[in-house]
């Protein structure tokens, strides 16, 4: 695991640009604590510099930038290939001789042998890349199929820059930054900046399953973005090839697929973990590591001082069932007032998911035994673990049978009243009071009364600041961006199912992990992302995933084969903490501050009374706006180091 950057730009004086590339490692630093490297063509005009994380192939034959052995191509890398042993017996059969033990040079190789495409094509990893082709002069970048590794990109001033990090492109000389209000407008909407936006105007993040071209022509350089893998066409294929087999067949594949893609993400010549949540999709993965390891697996989780989020003792009781060798770290109200001034430093653009908190810490824990942790990431968009999945549509087929000025007069009646007021009301009534603050969620099916379409619901379940956006002078934002995943064909289960793959999981999942786990130096892997699971999961029935009001049917039934039902079998928190209680508490003057309504009217990005508003009404106890004040507290933190 690594990072890089570099430029495409008017060749200086070649003093000046390895300066230039030496200050861009500089934040990557995190990413790759092992080693540096640097490379530029000859003419100048081409840069890249990288940060090595040793995981694989630990000796100096692994150092990048890398040159191929026909020296036509230069590639600055950043993931893990695990079917690299496999391409390289094929390759080694075919005459080709390796120098090293790194997947960075199976990479080359194959890309010499097969072509770009056709590589592309054939690795079974996680990746970002920048590759020259000194014979063409043409730049690609390349990014793997769900997005795990991050990759920005675009032209500042007359310099074409790129690389792993934001942070790493700030110290070119054409560095322009700025703010792009569309952007900040989906941010503070979805709490992350959605792809193919960065939060800076003209920088882009590439999409996953893409690579894009840079070709000089003449003393022009064009753009050409190309597909090998979309998630969108794998399950739009699905739907014309469908699994044939019974539910058996089904559970004993994924089962083998699963097992083969957690084995071979074993690969590695440095210590080696996971996380464990307590939650299906981290206890399968562990479950998985550990009926092929040979000796106990270390697993990390973390445990909140608030009891009602707490949930280390149940990844305990598991731990001690599978007998791994076990951390637990409890994250208190401190923890988080020393974590919190860091975040702009491990998230270089705004983002706004409150279990970034704990994911840091977890993270950081782990560091200190291994270098490489597995996470269960992906199973609830694959398999069908989140709630919208069992009861969405039910939902939805109930609201269209009440018409809609009934439903608009039932959203008033129920916003009517606090949801503190109707938590009281709710503590009166027989098996209604256990339930954790039921005023929000009324107040949140209250919002979601009066969507014209399966779409439009699903997009006021995932979106916060709904009763008006505070950002100042956007010009607007698309009605969706996830409108692809809805086709007429595709059932609204399957199709929030897929619009959730497409942005939610690499744009804030997979950003979250990404950022927290690499600010400490861990390299974080996900077996539930290996695409041949992907695929045949998207070629079975919707109910071998999602029936009888839960998820993860056919996940769960794999799980039976190491883990007691019992043991994993409760409410599902994830990493959920009580942010709401520490913006009143001991977070509450950084609040003040950053909320201050003249700073916000002097800065100009917030609507100060849209925004001051809620602040109150979170501060009284009327209503929990934890998640709206969380956007926009952390882009206030982030925009303040911009000018450091």
């Not at 034959?61 to 496999?86: F, L, T």
């Not at 690969?267 to 999709?281: C, R, T, Y």
């Not at 505070?470 to 399957?494: C, D, F, Y």
Request: glycine residues 10%; aromatic residues 10%.
């Amino acid at each position: 695991m690594c990072g890089f950057a570099g430029f495409v730009a008017v060749p200086r004086h070649r003093e000046s640009s390895l300066g230039i590339l030496h200050r861009m490692a500089v934040p990557l630093i995190p990413r790759g604590p092992d080693e540096q490297g640097i490379w530029l063509s000859a003419d100048g005009a081409i840069g890249l510099a990288h940060r090595r994380l040793a995981v694989v192939g630990l000796g100096p034959d692994g150092r990048q930038p890398m040159v191929s052995g026909s020296g036509r191509w230069v590639i600055a890398y950043n993931g893990e290939i695990y079917n690299c042993p496999a391409l390289r017996t094929e390759l080694s059969a075919s005459g080709v001789t390796f120098r090293g033990s790194s997947d960075t040079e199976v990479m080359l190789a194959a890309i010499e042998a097969w072509g770009l495409e056709a590589s592309l094509k054939r690795f079974v990893g996680m990746f970002a890349f920048a590759l020259w082709d000194g014979a063409n002069r043409i730049l690609h970048l390349a990014r793997d199929r769900f997005g795990e590794k991050p990759l920005y990109y675009g032209w500042q001033g007359k310099a074409f820059l790129f690389g792993s990090d934001l942070a790493a492109l700030r110290p070119h000389p054409e560095w322009e930054g700025g703010v792009d209000r569309t952007a900040l407008a989906l941010y503070v909407r979805y709490n992350y900046v959605p792809q193919p936006w960065s939060i800076h105007p003209k920088l882009k993040k590439l999409a996953p399953g893409t690579w894009l071209e840079l070709a000089q022509n003449g003393e022009r350089w064009t753009e050409k973005r190309n597909s090998y893998w979309s998630a969108l066409q794998v399950a739009t294929n699905a739907s014309s090839t469908p699994f044939q087999g019974s539910e058996s067949d089904a559970e004993e594949l994924v089962h083998g697929l699963l097992k083969q893609a957690v084995a071979g993400q074993l690969m590695a010549e440095v210590p080696l973990g996971a996380f464990l949540s307590g939650g299906i999709d981290s206890t399968t993965i562990v479950a998985l590591m550990q009926s092929v390891a040979e000796r106990p697996v270390r697993t990390f989780t973390i445990g909140f001082a608030e009891s009602g989020y707490d949930e280390s003792e149940s990844a305990r009781r598991i731990a001690a069932h599978l007998g791994t060798d076990h951390r637990v770290c409890i994250l208190g109200a401190q923890d988080a007032l020393t974590i919190i001034p860091q975040l702009p430093a491990f998230y270089s653009e705004p983002f706004a998911d409150a279990s970034q908190l704990p994911t840091i810490l977890v993270s950081r824990m782990a560091r200190e035994e291994v270098t490489v942790a597995l996470s269960g990431d992906g199973g609830d968009e694959i398999f069908g673990g989140y709630n919208r999945y069992v009861w969405g549509e039910a939902l939805w087929r109930r609201m269209g049978l009440v018409p809609t000025w009934s439903q608009e007069l039932l959203r008033k009646a129920l916003q009517a009243g606090s949801p503190a007021a109707w938590d009281v009301c709710a503590g009166l009534l027989p098996g209604v009071s256990a339930v954790r603050q039921p005023g929000e969620k009324l107040h949140k099916f209250a919002s979601l009364l009066g969507a014209d379409s399966p779409h439009a619901f699903h997009e006021r379940l995932i979106s916060f600041w709904q009763s008006g956006n505070p950002v100042l002078g956007s010009a607007g934002h698309p009605v969706s961006i996830r409108a692809n995943a809805w086709q007429p064909k595709r059932g609204m289960t399957e199709s929030m199912m897929l619009a959730d793959t497409l942005n939610y999981l690499p744009d804030d999942i997979l950003v979250k992990v990404d950022r927290a786990a690499m600010g400490v130096s861990l390299e974080t892997r996900t077996p539930f992302l290996d695409h041949r699971v992907f695929e045949f999961v998207w070629s079975l029935p919707l109910s071998f995933r999602v029936r009888r009001n839960s998820g993860k049917h056919l996940l769960r039934t794999v799980l039976d084969r190491y883990v007691p039902r019992e043991l994993v079998e409760r409410p599902k928190s994830g990493f959920a903490l009580p942010i709401h209680d520490w913006l009143r508490g001991p977070l509450r003057d950084w609040c003040e501050e950053l909320l201050n309504e003249s700073r916000l009217g002097r800065e100009g990005y917030f609507d100060p009374v849209l925004v001051r508003n809620a602040w109150n009404e979170h501060l009284s106890g009327r209503r929990n706006r934890q998640y709206d004040l969380w956007s926009i507290l952390m882009f206030q933190a982030w925009q303040e180091t911009q000018h450091q």
